[in-house]
C-alpha cells in the first residue's frame, strides 16, 4: 500500500484519525498551557511578594518543576492519582486498580510544568517595566486595582509575549509525553499506525510534518500578536 493511501481519508486511509488525534494534541496543550499562565501569574505575584513565606513556596515551586523530568511528573500525577481514587473507592468497598483520566492528568501535568516556567517570564517581564509610567498613573489619580489593570497587566503581557511564545513550542512537544498514560495523541496514533502497517517511517514522518504545521502556525500568531501589542512603540 502506498503512502498517499495509507495517509489518505478512504477505505483503510489512516488520515483521519491522525487529524483528529492531532486535535487531542493541541486541546491538550492549550488546557495546559492556559492552566499553567494561571499557576505561572499566581507564583510570579508570590516571587514579588514582600512575604516571605509566600516567595519561598514560589521559589521551592519554579526549582522543582524546572530540576525535574517532566514525564516523572507525569507518572507521578498518573499514579498518584490513581492511588488516592483507589483509596477513596476502598472506602466504598471498590476494589480494584482506578485510573484517573489520561486526558485530566495531562492537562495537569502541562499546566504544572509549563507554570513554574511561565512564573519566570511574568517575573522578568515585571522585573523590565518603565516604573515611570506607573508613578505617571498615581500621579492622575489611579488606584492600585486600576493601575494593575490598566497599566502593569497590558504592559507585562506585551513584554512577556517571546518568553510565552517559547513555552508554547515546548509544551506542544511534550505533550507527546502524555502518551504514555494511554492517551491516544498524535505521536500514540502514529505509533498505533506503524505498529498496524509496518510502515514506522511514512507515520512518523506524517507525525513530523503535523507537529511543524502546527508549530510554525503558532510562531506566526505570536509573531503576528507581538507586532499588534508593540505598534505605536520603537
Avoid at 509566600?54 to 518543576?65: E, F, K, N, P, V
Avoid at 492519582?81 to 485510573?99: D, N, P, R, W
Avoid at 504544572?112 to 515611570?132: K, M, P, T, W
Wanted: net charge positive; charged share 10%; aromatic share 8%.
Amino acid at each position: 500500500m502506498s503512502a498517499f493511501t495509507l495517509l489518505g481519508f478512504g477505505p483503510g486511509g489512516w488520515g483521519g484519525a491522525l487529524l483528529l488525534a492531532a486535535g487531542t494534541t493541541l486541546a491538550l496543550a492549550l488546557c495546559g498551557f492556559l492552566l499553567g499562565a494561571v499557576l505561572g501569574g499566581l507564583a510570579a505575584s508570590a516571587k514579588l511578594s514582600g512575604l516571605l513565606p509566600l516567595r519561598l513556596a514560589a521559589d521551592g515551586y519554579t526549582t522543582l518543576l524546572r530540576g525535574v523530568p517532566d514525564l516523572l511528573v507525569i507518572y507521578l500525577l498518573y499514579f498518584g492519582g490513581s492511588a488516592a481514587l483507589g483509596s477513596i473507592a476502598g472506602l466504598f468497598g471498590v476494589t480494584g486498580f482506578v485510573g484517573v483520566p489520561a486526558f485530566a492528568v495531562g492537562v495537569a501535568a502541562l499546566g504544572i510544568i509549563s507554570g513554574a516556567y511561565q512564573a519566570e517570564v511574568f517575573r522578568g517581564a515585571y522585573l523590565a517595566l518603565d516604573r515611570g509610567q506607573i508613578e505617571a498613573a498615581r500621579a492622575v489619580g489611579m488606584h492600585r486595582g486600576l493601575i494593575l489593570r490598566r497599566v502593569v497587566a497590558p504592559l507585562v503581557a506585551r513584554d512577556a509575549l517571546p518568553g510565552l511564545g517559547n513555552v508554547w513550542q515546548i509544551l506542544l512537544k511534550d505533550s507527546a509525553l502524555v502518551s504514555v498514560t494511554g492517551l491516544v495523541e498524535l505521536l500514540r496514533q502514529a505509533q498505533v499506525g506503524a505498529g498496524s502497517t509496518r510502515q514506522p517511517f511514512t507515520f512518523y514522518l506524517a507525525a513530523g510534518a503535523l507537529y511543524l504545521a502546527i508549530t510554525s502556525l503558532s510562531t506566526w500568531g505570536f509573531s503576528r500578536a507581538e507586532a499588534h501589542a508593540r505598534r505605536g512603540t520603537r
